[in-house]
């Protein structure tokens, strides 16, 4: 490992900065793809989870936001039918496949794209026939992403009753000036309405998500918005630093020079987090992640985070989605029309995976547990027979000399202020052939 190779010079201002696996994205192959499909083939292997996790990826948006770099699309509605229809069809194949056969849903998460946006007969559609290929009855948490204008009651008592239960809501920042600037198709009144459709529902787990940085954001404008959020009291907030990858809209106006003024840099971004976290401490939150804080002690854990950092086996359906499932990456096909053409066909939409081997199974987890706040030594030893201060001790060494992370006995801790800037320091304890490489 080589942490002060990892760790030198000034933190670029553009690319991918947010670790959501491991493996990089751009180690992942079709080969991997096939070893995927053969897993599938096998029973799961003794270090599987007892149950298994879905997620289910709705790409559609009203408008595609100026930093998004995930798969939306902003005009495609007339696929929304077709591809409701995709998505059944694809649970129901991995149905009777032997990895997956007979293992209970421990967690659902649909995420996006925006699926608040789906009309309410397409909704129904849907997660009828998701429950009808794979009952969630026994799933512990289902969450559901919402983007404040499509938000209604209607939306809200169905998705309710279909046993959703934890909502989370994009505001990103309640500046209208600031969300325009953005690209964001909501403004303040819009979240404010949907907060009251949400309290007036009810949903056991509220989230809201804001993002420091954002283009035009300033102190005032961040901080104000963090105020009006902690007056509400969600259960849970959520935020994240803008990263300007090259795939975004952002950086094409940055690149042409055609933005109007420059962005907050990493220095001003990671301040504002620590001093924001410090916000919501000072108003009771607790802090339990990288990027979030939850209200008071008593509050469940997010199923969808915390078990796939420990290694839980995660299906993910729809265009581009991701699974990791009995040691193996998944990317399925990223295009509409290519995932469109595999489902007419019967095939299941797999593009590009990655087999792991133990070793880098350890890793994969000990750097998304790091994201929580830290790792347990006991954990890994009991699991990998490893204890990862020892595999890890140079990065670990290096980190806690600079302040980023502390060691005991039972714990790899990470310090507040490596906590703001975690995704900058993960790659230090990668293989090292995963060092210095494109992420995606």
Known sequence: MHPTTAWAGPEPEVGNYFVSTYP???????????????????PPPAFASEGVGLYVHIPFCVERCSYC??????????????????????????????????????????????????????????????????PWTSAREVTFECAPKSVTLDKLRFLRDAGVTRLSLGAQQLDDRVLEANGRVHLVADVERAWDHIRQVGFPVVNIDLIVGLVQETDESFFRSLDRIIEISPESVTIYQLEIPLNTRLYGLMHDGRLSEPVAGWDTKHARLARALEALE????????????????????????????????????????????????????????????ARRQGRLP?????????????????????????????????????????????????????????????????TRDGLVRIDRLLPAFYRPEHQAIRYS
């Not at 994205?25 to 499909?37: I, K, L, M």
């Not at 939306?72 to 069809?89: I, M």
């Not at 992640?289 to 997010?302: E, I, L, T």
């Open 282 to 341: 000072t108003a009771g939150y607790q802090v339990r992640s990288a990027y979030s804080a939850v209200r008071g002690p008593d509050y469940p854990p997010f199923l969808y985070q915390d078990e796939q950092y420990q290694g839980a086996d995660v299906l993910g359906i729809g265009v581009s989605a991701f699974s990791h499932v009995g040691g193996v990456n998944l990317q399925n096909l990223a295009t509409l029309d290519s995932y469109f053409d």
């Open 350 to 414: 797999l593009w590009r995976g990655y087999a792991m081997t133990d070793e880098e199974r350890l890793v994969r987890e000990f750097v998304l547990q790091l994201k929580l706040g830290g790792a347990g030594r006991r954990f890994f030893q009991r699991k990998f027979g490893v204890d990862p201060a020892a595999y890890f001790a140079e990065p670990l060494a290096e980190g806690v000399r600079r302040g980023w992370f502390q060691c005991d006995p039972d714990r790899v801790t990470v």
């Open 24 to 42: 990089p994205f751009s180690c992942w192959t079709p080969d991997g793809a096939e070893a995927f499909r053969r897993m599938l083939q096998q």
């Open 69 to 134: 770099y995930y798969l939306a699309h902003d005009n495609r509605s007339g696929d929304v039918a077709s591809y409701v229809d995709a998505l059944a069809g694809e649970l129901d194949a991995y149905r009777r496949l032997p990895a997956l056969a007979g293992r209970p849903l421990s967690f659902v998460y649909f995420g996006g794209g925006t699926p608040s946006v789906l009309p309410l007969a397409r909704l129904r559609t849907l997660l009828d026939a998701l429950q009808r290929a794979r």
